[in-house]
């Protein structure tokens, strides 16, 4: 039986814990849910040579693959370099054009590489300088999710998600988004699966709606 369980590998957004996942279900007697984790880069290490890192760590042939934000780029570039089943990115973007004109700007004017990634380092000490209660809840938010502080795979990650060079979008890929993901907002249409009052944490707060469709989406002919 075990055999013909069809193995699920999720990946986090940027630097988020694989908790976010936590609430997401599948039927037991088809599927087997495994979270992947962020791994400090290498120096000067590319997406490219991360992601064939990052498939060190998958144990099955032929799995499904998801991905949020960030971690939908990075499973994006790991089927480049294996077979899945499926390929799923939730709340991310299918090419290097759909990425929002701040962060095209910010890449023209290598803007990171000046990001204060070490106040993202320690939030408490952000935390104290946030100006309302707002902002102080997101903050709280974030440490609730948030698994690698590193500065040097922040300043990694915010460096090669805007140097991303995808032109188009990956045949047969599976590309969902909410249509109120307030980061990414240029990912929808062409294909793409839209759930409606989703952000860009619907894989938190729309859970329900992933463990409804995500079945079907993975046994389906696309």
């Not at 986090?12 to 037991?28: N, Q, V, W, Y």
């Not at 300043?155 to 993901?181: C, F, R, S, T, V």
């Not at 619907?202 to 696309?222: C, D, Q, R, S």
């Amino acid at each position: 039986m075990e055999k013909n369980i069809i193995p699920v590998y999720l990946m986090p957004g940027m630097a988020a814990k694989p908790t976010i996942f936590s609430r997401i279900r599948l039927p037991e007697d088809q599927f087997k849910i495994y979270w992947l984790e962020w791994m400090i880069p290498e120096d000067n290490e590319t997406l490219e040579a991360y992601a064939k890192r990052m498939i060190l760590k998958i144990d099955h042939e032929n799995p499904v693959l998801l991905g949020v934000s960030f971690g939908g780029i990075l499973v994006q570039e790991m089927s480049k370099f294996m077979k899945v089943r499926k390929l799923i990115v939730v709340s991310s973007v299918k090419s290097r054009h759909e990425l929002p004109k701040r962060m095209k700007i910010a890449k023209f004017i290598r803007a990171y590489k000046y990001v204060p990634t070490q106040l993202l380092s320690n939030l408490d000490v952000l935390k104290k300088y946030a100006f309302n209660e707002t902002v102080s809840k997101r903050i709280d938010l974030y440490k609730t999710y948030l698994a690698v502080n590193d500065k040097r795979y922040l300043d990694w990650a915010i460096k090669e998600m805007l140097l991303w060079n995808q032109e188009k979008p990956i045949d047969d890929a599976i590309y969902i988004h909410g249509d109120k993901d307030a980061i990414f907002t240029q990912s929808f249409g062409d294909d793409c699966i839209i759930v409606k009052g989703g952000t860009h944490i619907m894989v938190v707060t729309k859970y329900k709606w992933f463990n409804k469709h995500l079945p079907e989406l993975i046994m389906g002919a696309k």
